[in-house]
């Protein structure tokens, strides 16, 4: 598969960012080598996070690929309506065992739980530094969030791989509904919108790439530093590539909950329940790639 917008290219600079222990917000702190960084990195929608050197990830990448196998058993688990299970989407290329927060315990092994929640430690960074930034009053960050910046909400820990059986994008363009992603990808693949072209994003060894959602869009809009919605893709996998694996962690606002927008003084400018929000999501999505097909 070919660019459909634009020159595709390398990203010139993609910031990097560590999250830092900071005991004064009881937990772990986004921070990046200068300002000038961040605000490049909240300029283009995406950043590669430093992978802390005790964090172990050949385990959870093992278990990804143990998926391939026809008779593993996690290829079974029940399917909890269109978002959890084993799910082949459509006209793309993904499969993938896509699980929410309150279902790891019951169906990942007990070290994959455990890896999901070192990743809520890592959304949680995110978001309360982009609160941060964004001037709203750290009292609204639970109630602006769906409670995922005070510890709540919900998040998926997805393993997915992509089928070269199945003629299409690897993943089609689009951006994520909820407010951060954490993308484990060792293949590249993965493309970004910049400037109306799509450009590469190069695999950094000991780095995971951070992009921005919808939900977060939403939330900061009236605030006194916005963030967009980086709209990426993945390119088609041929069958003499290697099987491409990638571990997400979607951190999401509660499905059943509510999110408002704040300004920096605290004032409110809306609100929209997750669903109705990621419903106008998918409507218009959907509504892409139809045009795309008839065009």
């Known amino acids: ?17 560590a999250v830092a222990p900071d005991d004064s917000r009881g937990g772990g702190r986004l921070a990046f080598s200068s300002a000038a960084d961040l605000d490049r990195a909240w300029n283009l929608g995406v950043f590669y996070l430093k992978t802390p050197d005790k964090l172990n990830l050949e385990d959870p990448r093992d278990f990804g690929r143990s998926l391939l196998a026809a008779d593993s058993p996690y290829r079974a688990i029940t399917q909890y309506g269109e978002l959890e299970g084993f799910i082949a989407l459509e006209n793309n290329q993904q499969t993938k ?14 070290h994959i739980a455990e890896f999901g929640r070192c990743l809520d430690s890592f959304g949680i960074a995110i978001i309360r530094e982009v609160l941060h ?10 109630r602006a969030s769906a409670g995922y910046a005070t510890g709540a909400g919900t998040a998926f820990l ?14 089609r363009p689009h ?9 484990d990808a060792i293949a590249p693949g993965l493309q970004v ?21 919808e939900a977060l869009r939403f939330i900061t809009a009236y605030s006194a530093r916005p963030v967009g919605a980086v709209t990426h893709r993945v390119v088609g996998q041929k069958a003499t590539d290697p099987v491409r694996h990638g571990i997400v962690y979607f951190a ?6 509510e999110l408002w927008q704040f300004d920096a003084n605290g004032d409110s400018g809306g609100n929209s329940s997750v669903q109705k929000l ?18």
């Open 1 to 17: 598969m070919g660019s459909s917008s634009g020159t595709t290219g390398l990203i010139e600079s993609i910031p990097i960012a």
């Open 97 to 110: 065992l896509a699980l929410r927060r309150h279902h790891w315990d019951l169906h990942y092994p007990q």
């Open 133 to 142: 930034q964004s001037g709203i009053p750290e009292n609204l960050w639970g």
């Open 158 to 171: 997805n393993f997915v791989h992509y089928d070269t059986h199945v003629s299409a994008w690897g993943l």
């Open 175 to 183: 951006t994520d509904y909820g407010f951060v992603t954490i993308l």
């Open 193 to 213: 919108e910049i400037d109306g072209a799509f450009q590469d994003v190069p695999v950094l060894p000991g780095h995971f790439v951070i992009n921005f959602g």
């Open 252 to 257: 999401n606002p509660d499905l059943d909950g």
């Open 278 to 295: 990621f419903s106008m999501l998918e409507k218009n999505l959907t509504e892409d790639i139809h045009e795309n097909r008839m065009g």
